[in-house]
C-alpha cells in the first residue's frame, strides 16, 4: 500500500463545476500537509498548505482530518486554467516529503 | 517564487556520454533533492542531501551520482548517459523547520539517443 494515495482520477468537469479531490495517508505520525499543481511537464508548485482547522484560499478550500487521516481540496467555479495535475504531499519533521501519486483535472468549456 | 534554477532546461544527447544536470539555489535551504518523472507518471526521489558534505540514494535507484560541496549548488552526474535516462529531472530544496516547504526549479527535461 502506498503512502499517500490520491483519487485516480482524471477528473473531466465543466467550467463553473465544484470538484473535490481526495487523499489519503498511512503514517499518522506525518504533521504537515500540502496540495501541489502540477501542469504538463513543468514542475510542482505548492498551491496550498493545509491546516487542522481548514483553509480556504479564494477558490480553494483545504481541510485535513487527522483521526481518519484525510485531506481534500475542494475548487469551487472552476475555469480552464485550472486544468493540471493536483498533488497530495505529506511530511513529517526530519523526513522527506512523501508525493502521492496525483489527480488530473481537466476543466472542459 | 522560488529562487532555485536549473541548467539546461532540455538537452539530447548521444549514448554514452557523460552529463552533469546543475542545480542552485539562493534561499540559504538546508536540504536539497533530486526527483525523476516521466510523462503522465509519478514523481520518485533518486537523491536528497541534508548538507554540505551529506547526500543519500532516494526511494527509485539511479545510476546518477550527486555531490553537495556549497549549500547552494547540487549537481547531478551521469557517467554516460543510456536511452533508458530519459525522463525529467526536477531539483527542489527545503529549509528545514516547523513551516518547511519544498520548492522546484523548472526541471531538465534529458533525451538520450
Known amino acids: 500500500r502506498k503512502e499517500v494515495e490520491q483519487d485516480p482520477g482524471p477528473f473531466n468537469v465543466p467550467e463553473g463545476a465544484t470538484v473535490a479531490f481526495n487523499c489519503t495517508y498511512s503514517n499518522s505520525a506525518s504533521q504537515s500537509f500540502f496540495w501541489y499543481r502540477q501542469d504538463c511537464r513543468k514542475e510542482p508548485k505548492l498551491l496550498m498548505s493545509v491546516y487542522s482547522s481548514g483553509n480556504e484560499d479564494g477558490r480553494f478550500t483545504a481541510q485535513l482530518n487527522r483521526a481518519s487521516q484525510y485531506i481534500s481540496l475542494l475548487i469551487r467555479d472552476s475555469k480552464l486554467s485550472d486544468s493540471a495535475t493536483y498533488l497530495c504531499v505529506v511530511h513529517n519533521y526530519g523526513q522527506n516529503f512523501v508525493f502521492g501519486p496525483g489527480t488530473r483535472l481537466s476543466v472542459l468549456p | 517564487e522560488a529562487d532555485i534554477y536549473q541548467t539546461p532546461r532540455y538537452l539530447v544527447i548521444g549514448t554514452g556520454k557523460k552529463i552533469t544536470l546543475e542545480c542552485s539555489q539562493t534561499?540559504?535551504?538546508?536540504?536539497m533533492y533530486w526527483y525523476q518523472q516521466d510523462p503522465g507518471m509519478e514523481l520518485h526521489l533518486i537523491h536528497y542531501?541534508?548538507?554540505?558534505?551529506?547526500?543519500e540514494k532516494g526511494d527509485l535507484s539511479s545510476e546518477s551520482t550527486v555531490s553537495r560541496i556549497r549549500t547552494e549548488h547540487f549537481p547531478l552526474t551521469l557517467e554516460s548517459a543510456r536511452p533508458s535516462h530519459t525522463s525529467q529531472y526536477l531539483c527542489a530544496s527545503s529549509l528545514t523547520g516547523t513551516n518547511e516547504k519544498l520548492f522546484f526549479g523548472s526541471g531538465t527535461q534529458l533525451s538520450v539517443l
Open positions: 534561499m540559504g535551504h538546508d536540504k
Open positions: 542531501s541534508y548538507g554540505v558534505n551529506s547526500t
